[in-house]
């Protein structure tokens, strides 16, 4: 390396291995409290949160996603989720192969983002207005802690609120039988 000897040590630990990689010797930094600190410069703008950077549609081409929460917030939740957005999520290329996520809330943005699979003839409108109702309570059931400290969001007070949708149970099996649709 041009004309510098630097010594090698092996890539790993296997004797075998004839690949050597050079070591390299880190120049000494000063201490962090000692380092000067660098001027960046921000941008005057306002920073949105990420999605609301974005466009999205809430009239799919045989669901209208605004219809379908209004519908549910007046039955379910008598009104009291507002100010959200709802949208169609951006359509992939492929399909997914071993796992859907139907749909995800982002608290922050107040937007309910449903995946764009779900807007086919084949769906049920039941089905759909499941997995809205299931953002929705992400919304109005507050998230637990375990003893460890992570977050349980599916808790069994969720579940039990969840299972009050007039077709859980129906949407439920619904899902197991079509699942195999949505996945390559």
Known sequence: ??????????????????KRKPQRKSAKQPPVAARPRSRKRHLAAVRTPLQRQFEFAAEGRFFDLRAIF????????RNRLRSYTIAWGQRRREKPRSYIVFGSIQEE???IRIHPLLDRQFVPQWYLEYVVFHEMLHAFVPDRRDSAGRRIVHHEGFLEKERRFRHYRRSIEWEQ????????
């Open 177 to 184: 039988e079509n699942l195999g649709r949505f996945l390559r």
């Open 70 to 77: 209004d519908k549910i917030n007046a039955r379910y939740f």
């Open 109 to 111: 943005d107040r937007m």
């Open 1 to 18: 390396m041009n004309g510098v000897n630097v010594p090698t040590v092996p890539v790993s630990n296997d004797p075998f291995m004839s």
